[in-house]
């Protein structure tokens, strides 16, 4: 079974101090990683799309990166506009490509203070 | 980004009557759609996939005769909660992905409250 597992819970920075959050994964043929961000009352915003090991992606104060096992969402001086909650979803390959729907992490909610 | 609107962005409803949600891919064909349902302080659970012109795949646990999905065309999808009682209160969001696209883009959500 796939599995997507996102850490931490919940995340406190203050303005300027930089982190990582933690995506790790279980599947059986990896199609595609994304990340996505989450403000409160509103649908997920697409950030990234990683497909292969090693690959890098970067928007303004953010990376994304990917490994076989685990991909990262790296914040460089966050500021209070960037609180929000991260997703991030596997897709994996399908016999006939009809599906291949997402498989969602439980989040990180990242609060930046001022 | 593609983008997604999703109609209505709030509703309220009494218990026993049917509402219907709508999801449009505006700049895109969306071959496939996809209806979550997300919990407070939940990350989102999808409820089922559809392809334009064939019936949805429901996820195990969700009941096809209450959640009606329709995916007429190229750009609009519709889940209709029929006989809605207050359990199936929640934020329902769709997405949408183009043939031969990776990417799954996101409407606004729905925020269902039934009383």
């Known amino acids: 079974e796939d599995q997507v597992t996102q850490s931490p819970e919940a995340l406190r920075l203050q303005e300027g101090e930089s982190s990582s959050l933690n995506c790790s994964y279980t599947v059986s043929g990896l199609r595609g990683l994304f990340w996505y961000r989450q403000d409160p009352g509103k649908g997920p915003e697409f950030l990234f799309t990683?497909?292969?090991a090693g690959e890098e992606k970067e928007k303004e104060r953010l990376k994304a990166t990917l490994t076989k096992k685990e991909s990262f969402l790296h914040i460089t001086a966050p500021k209070p506009e960037d609180s929000a909650t991260y997703l991030c979803a596997v897709q994996v390959f399908w016999w006939n490509n009809a599906g291949n729907m997402l498989t969602f992490g439980g989040g990180t909610r990242l609060m930046v203070k001022p | 980004g593609a983008v997604v609107s999703q109609h209505p962005s709030r509703v309220i409803c009494k218990s026993g009557t049917s509402v219907k949600i709508e999801c449009r891919s505006l700049d895109f064909q969306a071959t496939t759609m996809f209806w979550y349902r997300q919990f407070p302080k939940q990350s989102l659970m999808l409820m089922a996939t559809s392809n334009e012109g064939s019936k949805a795949t429901y996820e195990q646990g969700v009941e096809k005769d209450k959640f009606l999905i329709n995916h007429a065309s190229l750009t609009l999808s519709t889940l209709t909660v029929t006989s809605a009682h207050p359990e199936d209160s929640s934020f329902y969001i769709c997405s949408a992905r183009g043939a031969d696209s990776a990417e799954a883009f996101f409407g606004q959500g729905t925020r269902l409250t039934v009383v």
């Open positions: 990683l497909y292969s």
